[in-house]
């Protein structure tokens, strides 16, 4: 079992920034992939960025530019930088692990963008 746990999220007005952080804890042996996903209001859960242990990286069109995913594979953490933050960034945002035979999620924190 993989357990994490979250922090950062928050209000932010519209061109602010925050920082997400997530840290792994338990059997991490063997992860592959660290990933923040996010799920608006009535909308499906979808990839925000993802990172290997080689340090490829991933992100989607609408946070490119914008966001940028880092991680210390020796403290088993993920890291989620936002700046230039925009209302429909606004979602509950999950770190995500994953490992050769599943994945495992963090309970989520919420990120609202004001405008």
């Known amino acids: 079992q993989v357990q994490l746990v979250e922090s950062g999220g928050g209000l932010v007005q519209t061109g602010g920034s925050l920082r997400l952080s997530c840290a792994a804890s338990?059997?991490?042996?063997?992860?592959?992939?660290l990933g923040w996903y996010r799920q608006a209001p009535g909308k499906q859960r979808e990839l925000v960025a993802d990172?290997?242990?080689?340090?490829?990286?991933n992100y989607a069109d609408s946070v490119k530019g914008r966001f940028t995913i880092s991680r210390d594979n020796a403290k088993n953490t993920v890291d989620l930088q936002m700046n230039s933050l925009k209302p429909e960034d606004t979602a509950v945002y999950y770190c995500?692990?994953?490992?050769?035979?599943?994945?495992?999620w963090g309970q989520g924190t919420q990120v609202t963008v004001s405008s």
């Open positions: 990172i290997y242990r080689s340090g490829k990286t």
């Open positions: 995500n692990v994953q490992k050769a035979y599943g994945g495992y």
């Open positions: 338990g059997s991490t042996f063997g992860i592959n992939s």
